[in-house]
């Protein structure tokens, strides 16, 4: 299993572009979830979909955020505009559904690393 | 007040060390606790996993849970200089929203 998979690595902007960072989850995996990390606040979670369908929104910092899952196999999280207070890296994680023993486990992503400028 | 508390670091220690990690929290609904290991620009890792309260051993590395306390602890015997990362702990609630709860970490150096 390739896990899971992001793209772009790395990206530089400016303010004022649109970003649109994708993410590939594990074949089989029912929840998807983007994170940010940043040295001042850590692992925040952003938006996490469950079968496609997005549950729960409620990191999203404001309405310059939006994500999509359009199937199983795909994700986006775009930014527009840009600003410099964006700039972390973003990461993608997918799990299997359930609660119980591993099924808990969050596969990451190595994460795309955004700077605003 | 944040819902996991963990103590940013940095922790440096020598070879050999025992290294004790720790998260409180707050919410008592929090049934399920991890840990995450996140190599330096890499994406955080499970480490170890708990049910409810209780020990669990794997290797050099041991996870208490203390619900009485709210208090996790992460312990690694031995710690070698391939341990240096960021440990995690998250926090799963038994019922609702699937999504874990992560402490801030904390960066931990071992130094040869």
């Known amino acids: 299993d390739a896990g899971v998979i992001q793209s772009p690595r790395h990206e530089v902007t400016e303010m004022g572009q649109e970003v649109t960072l994708r993410c590939k989850p594990i074949?089989?995996?029912?929840?998807l979830f983007w994170y940010r990390q940043t040295m001042m606040r850590g692992l925040e979670l952003l938006i996490y979909?469950?079968?496609?369908?997005?549950?729960?929104d409620s990191g999203m910092p404001e309405d310059r955020f939006s994500a999509k899952m359009p199937n199983a196999s795909f994700s986006t999280l775009k930014i527009q505009p840009s600003e410099p207070r964006d700039s972390a890296v973003y990461f993608c994680?997918?799990?299997?559904?359930?609660?119980?023993?591993?099924?808990?486990?969050?596969?990451f992503g190595p994460g795309t690393r955004l700077t605003v400028l | 007040q944040k819902e996991v508390e963990q103590d940013p670091g940095p922790l440096s220690v020598p070879e050999g060390a025992i290294v004790s990690l720790n998260c409180t929290y707050s919410?008592?609904?929090?049934?399920?606790f991890m840990w995450y290991r996140q190599y330096s620009r890499k994406g955080p890792e499970l480490l170890m996993y708990t049910y409810s309260s209780g020990n669990k051993e794997d290797g050099r590395f041991t996870a208490q849970v203390d619900k009485s306390s709210k208090y996790i602890s992460l312990f690694i015997r031995d710690s070698q200089p391939s341990d240096s990362a960021t440990y995690l702990c998250?926090?799963?609630?038994?019922?609702?929203?699937?999504?874990?709860?992560f402490g801030q970490g904390t960066r931990l150096t071992i130094n040869p």
């Open positions: 998250a926090m799963l609630r038994i019922q609702g929203a699937q999504k874990l709860v």
């Open positions: 919410n008592s609904a929090f049934q399920y």
């Open positions: 074949s089989g995996h029912d929840y």
């Open positions: 979909f469950n079968n496609n369908v997005p549950i729960d």
């Open positions: 994680a997918s799990s299997r559904a359930g609660r119980t023993g591993s099924n808990n486990e969050q596969f």
